[in-house]
């Protein structure tokens, strides 16, 4: 079965942009700085490697089980 290409409305692009204001960078060295200190921390609390079909797969399994707490990463983008 052939698979369709998509189109323009199925594509979803996010675009960020850092440093548009000046003041974003002293914004995010202390945020840089509360991290090393161990003030912050991040919400992601499990990595599953690298993007493949297993992984994505197991991903979905851990969000639709409802019991996931914090954020579960995929890397490689």
């Known amino acids: 079965m052939p698979v369709p290409q998509p189109g323009p409305r199925d594509l ?3 675009v960020e942009a850092l440093a548009v204001n000046p003041m974003q ?3 995010l060295a202390r945020i840089a700085r509360l991290v090393d200190a161990g003030i912050l921390t991040s919400t992601a609390t499990q990595d599953l490697g690298p ?3 297993r992984n994505l797969r197991e991903a979905h ?3 639709e089980s409802g019991t996931a707490i914090g954020k579960t990463t995929l890397t490689g983008f």
């Open 12 to 14: 979803l692009v996010q």
């Open 25 to 27: 960078h002293h914004v």
């Open 51 to 53: 993007i493949n079909v």
């Open 61 to 63: 399994r851990i969000r």
